[in-house]
Every structure is written in structure tokens, then in C-alpha cells.
């Protein structure tokens, strides 16, 4: 049996090593890494980085490589590649399951501004504050490059490309991050407004907290919808599950 994940997240990382421990017999687990973060942390089992080639190229390297079942573990925000991972899984007639953390959710105290894209959030911040501290990677920059009114913070694990904000300072760090460091952060930029993804887990939702604390608005992007008809669970041990359920990951060995 071969077993393809479509990683670059913890969750990933996390049913690659529950499938190690398994040792399920007869039965190969590659990892596909995108390879748009340097350095990534690499999971157990075989890795292959890079795409594709679209929706067609998933299903050729499917049926080429005798895949039995698909997981895609991606980024909530990894619009396209999940789309392509659906196409694909039909088009090879591979079973196909969704890995997605669950998302993040408001508290009494939080000030939350959810939109739908880049472009909202850039759109709703001149009324919200000047002192931007940008979370959403370093991918999108485009969509703030004209407020130049605005002074932006950019944490990304990579360095950023043009077009991006003319006034603008980047971190280069890679999470967790922690209450504390998020707290400093704030305060020491004088932030007055956040911006980031739902992008769920816990390595990155400190900053929440601390802009809860700072009373500052948050701008949510919402994630993409999920395409339909696909089964969907939220932990690698869900996965697990749905997998032996597919005759795939015996008991875990002591």
C-alpha cells in the first residue's frame, strides 16, 4: 500500500510519525513538501518537495506511483493545491481525505474584523490603525504595497519580495511563539492593529491573546472553503483512524 501526504504542516509531520510508529506492513508513506520554506522540518518515511504540475500532473504521479490513498495536510489557506488534490483523487479514483486544524474562535474581549481576502484586509485597515503588524506570510504582500500611510511589521519565516508596503520592518522567525515574546512584540512596535490568517493551532495563536490584552483589532482573513464532498477530519489521529478504516496503520507497537 502507498500512502501519499500533502504536507508542510505540523498535522502532516504528525500522522507521518503516528504512521512510523505504526509500522503498518507492506505499506510505503511518501511526504510531498511544496518547497516555498527553506530549512523545512522534515518528516519520517520517504519526502519528495516540489508540485506537481496542476491537477493532471497529481493524477498522472498517482497512478504512477500506485498511490492507494491520498491525505491532504496542506496550509487551510492552500486553496489550490487542495482543489487540484480533489481533481486528481477522482480522477484516479484514489480515496482522498482532508487534514485541516480546526480554526480559531473569538473570546469575550477579542475585537475581531473578519474578511474574505488580502485585498478586504487592506482595504479595512486605514480605519482601524497605523501601526500594522502583518502575519499572513510573506506571500500576498501585493495587496498593502499602496498604503503608505500605514507602517508595517512582517513576520515571515523567509525573506519577503517586492511588491510589499514602502514602510515596512521583517522578522524573520519561525513559530511557536509565546505570550510573553508576542506581548514585548506589541508593545515595543506600539502595534495597534493585527492582521492574520485562521490559520488555527496553537504555534501561532498567542499573538490573539496579546492583542487581546493590548485591546487592538484584529483583522481575520477567513479560510477558502474546502471542496465538496471530500471527507475531512481535524487531527492526525482522526487520519489514522480513517485510514485503518482503509486497511491501512495497524496498532501502534509499545
Known sequence: MHVLILGGTTEARGLAELLAAARPAATTVTSSLAGRVTG??????????????????????LRDHRVDVLIDATHPFAGTISRNAALAATTAHVPLLMLRRPGWVPVDGDDWHPVGSLAEAAGALPALGRRV?????????AAFAGLDALWFLVRSVDGPE????????????????????????????????????????????????????AGIPVVVVRRPPLPDGVAVTDTPEGALA?????????????
Open 162 to 213: 517586492p511588491p510589499y508596503p514602502a514602510r515596512m520592518e521583517t522578522l524573520l522567525e519561525r513559530g511557536p511563539f509565546t505570550l510573553d515574546g508576542e506581548r514585548e512584540l506589541i508593545r515595543r512596535h506600539r502595534v495597534d492593529v493585527l492582521v492574520t490568517k485562521d490559520s488555527g493551532g496553537a504555534a501561532t495563536a498567542p499573538k490573539l491573546e496579546a492583542a487581546r490584552e
Open 242 to 254: 480513517w485510514l485503518r478504516g482503509h486497511g491501512i496503520g495497524g496498532q501502534a507497537s509499545g
Open 40 to 61: 523545512p522540518r522534515l518528516p519520517p518515511g520517504e519526502v519528495r518537495v516540489g508540485g506537481f504540475g496542476g491537477a493532471d500532473g497529481l493524477a498522472a504521479w
Open 133 to 141: 503588524f502583518l502575519t499572513t506570510g510573506r506571500t500576498g504582500l
